[in-house]
């Protein structure tokens, strides 16, 4: 490919760099709206965090407002995506962090991005009003039955789109597993209560205390088909999975629900949350590895015992819990034993609970879930001794309570299609009752995402559609030293002085100019740093003086079949090369090839993507 060839690539058809009167000049492009698949291409590549958060959310402009003290506008900007930015900024899985460009090799440690969200709601001014972008009523009537995350995210969603929406809800309190499953310790109910009246305050209809199912006084299902244009199934994944035992046959009842001290965590934590009086004994185990078994282990140490152990089949570096929490646990005495699977359950001659039979395993392949197998080791049983089991290995989806005829998957499980709807017509199902036990923010993503759809089904047009937002930016907003700000830690309760009660809350939260540190180490990967190629004299100073390998030689770039920009074509042949061209996937953000550029060839604009109304 020749240079004059491969230049061609590189200009957009919405974009001219040939007039003379531009070189020289910095190329400034207006403020548009696109919904090119070669720019939403670009945020979902090369903005990770905001790729990798199931709801969307705009982390490099909202972590940007903190640096600017503009905690208001960065509160907004988390609640257009995720609805509950308070309670994520607690209880939030982080996948974003996961992904941050800070945490890759050499970057350093990943920007603490959850923390910055509970900053935002904490520091926002209390005469903060709330904005919303509303739709005139449609006089569409819809059920959302299950006051979850993913059940509350969709009704905010379908009552700002002009629908009348009522929901349902077996328990006392709206917010399910958040009201009912997460420990107080860890969610304060009053940052909780406050966030879903603002979730629901706009007309949503709470018919709580009022269970969906085929019982005596129970609302049907097959009714609320009939009385309303559309409903939504979003009761999630509530029964716990049943523990396998190597001496139960499938005939025989369940031994953890017969015997005294042992139960399912989520039923523990369930009961616990709806005010029953639990108790727990001296020595307890737990049997899981995800956060349940973890705020159960946490929770019983509150209640007052004295040793705590959480067994796992595999090893503590595969759970998938925050290594904050972990740590949290041990510091509060928890103890994590790795490679055992309960055989066992154990009784003494008066049928009372003594302990457990485990099994010794040994670690396997990855599976297709991306964790370790679990290989038990024969002959390896051994006994343990305790007051109370907890197990918490577990939940699945119930849908006894649907008295319609619906297509299931091999597990039970409702079908959906892409739009969301089951094979029954106006009948949709979002969160984990279609997926099985998730995330709280998946399960909001996956809710807003299917409120979209229910309206797009019941108003005959798409009215709210994915974009980015390209706005041109006057110069670099982050400097070279901001890289070297190490992660700022998270104030937390003195061990001593959590075990009072339930309630007492163990992360404290940021003190501003710690937030504001760590908001600055934030790469504020949705700028765009361009090379207008006509311009371009190939002087190679912005090369000189990159920090990185981020400005390449390149004779070409591949263009995917959605018209999205693929890998680079980089040569070290000056007659094989048609631009200069920065990589915005090493790219630090720094400006210093901004600075340089004796012909101001490099443009910066900002790409935001979220859903905007049409």
């Not at 860890?186 to 949503?204: H, K, S, T």
Request: charged share 30%; proline share 5%; hydrophobic share 35%.
């Amino acid at each position: 490919m020749n240079p004059q060839e491969s230049r061609k690539i590189y200009l957009r058809e919405d974009e001219d760099f040939s007039d003379p009167q531009s070189y020289g000049k910095r190329v400034v492009t207006p403020v548009r709206y696109s919904t090119d698949p070669r720019d939403i291409g670009w945020v979902e590549e090369n903005v990770p965090c905001q790729s990798a958060c199931p709801a969307l959310t705009n982390i490099p402009a909202y972590i940007r407002m903190i640096t600017e003290q503009r905690f208001g506008r960065s509160y907004e900007l988390n609640r257009m995506a995720n609805v509950l930015p308070g309670t994520l900024g607690r209880i939030c899985s982080r996948p974003c962090e996961a992904k941050c460009r800070h945490g890759w090799p050499g970057n350093g440690e990943p920007v603490a991005i959850c923390h910055l969200k509970r900053l935002a709601a904490d520091f926002k001014s209390s005469g903060h009003r709330i904005n919303e972008s509303l739709f005139t009523p449609t006089g569409k009537r819809i059920a959302v039955v299950g006051a979850g995350p993913a059940g509350v995210a969709a009704a905010h969603d379908l009552s700002t789109l002009g629908h009348n929406v009522t929901i349902f809800d077996r328990e006392e309190r709206p917010g399910g597993m958040l009201n009912y499953g997460i420990p107080e310790f860890r969610l304060p109910r009053e940052i909780l209560d406050v966030e879903l009246q603002n979730a629901m305050r706009l007309g949503v209809e709470q018919r709580i205390g009022t269970e969906v199912g085929i019982g005596e006084g129970q609302v049907r299902l097959s009714d609320l088909h009939k009385e309303y244009d559309a409903v939504l199934l979003a009761t999630g994944s509530m029964e716990a999975t049943p523990l396998p035992l190597q001496d139960l046959d499938n005939d025989e009842k369940d031994p953890v629900r017969l015997l005294d001290n042992v139960e399912y965590g989520l039923d523990f934590l369930v009961e616990l949350h709806r005010g029953e009086k639990k108790k727990v004994g001296k020595r307890v185990f737990v049997v899981g590895a995800g956060f349940t078994a973890l705020d159960c282990a946490r929770v019983a140490k509150r209640l007052g015992a004295e040793e705590v152990t959480i067994h796992l089949r595999t090893t503590e570096e595969y759970i998938p819990v925050e290594k904050d929490e972990i740590f949290e646990a041990k510091r509060e005495g928890v103890v994590i034993r790795g490679l055992r699977t309960p055989a066992a359950l154990l009784a003494d001659e008066d049928g009372n609970f003594k302990g457990v039979r485990f099994v010794q395993n040994r670690l396997g392949g990855w599976r297709e879930n991306g964790r370790r197998a679990a290989i038990a080791i024969e002959g390896s049983e051994f006994e343990e001794e305790c007051d109370t089991l907890l197990v918490a290995i577990g939940q699945r989806t119930v849908n006894d309570y649907v008295d319609l005829e619906l297509d299931l998957d091999r597990w039970g499980s409702v079908v959906i299609g892409d739009n969301g709807m089951t094979s029954k017509e106006g009948l949709f199902a979002a969160g984990d009752f279609v997926y099985g036990p998730t995330t709280v923010i998946e399960a909001v993503g996956h809710g807003r995402r299917i409120a979209i759809d229910i309206d797009t089904w019941l108003m005959g047009r798409e009215r709210r559609k994915l974009v980015v937002k390209i706005e041109p930016v006057e110069e670099p907003l982050r400097e070279r030293a901001f890289d070297f700000i190490p992660r700022q830690e998270m104030p937390t309760e003195d061990v001593r002085n959590r075990f009072k009660g339930l309630t007492e809350e163990v992360e404290q939260g940021m003190e501003l100019d710690t937030a504001y540190e760590e908001a600055k180490r934030c790469y504020l990967c949705y700028h765009r740093y361009s090379i207008d190629v006509d311009n371009c004299i190939y002087c190679r100073a912005c090369i000189e003086v990159a920090p990185r390998d981020c400005i390449k030689l390149v004779e070409g770039v591949e263009i995917k079949e959605d018209g999205t920009y693929g890998d680079l074509q980089e040569s070290s042949q000056w007659d094989h090369v048609g631009a200069i061209w920065i990589d915005n996937n090493q790219c630090i953000r720094c400006g210093a090839c901004y600075m340089v550029c004796p012909t101001k060839c490099i443009s910066i604009t900002k790409n935001e993507m979220f859903y905007q109304d049409i």
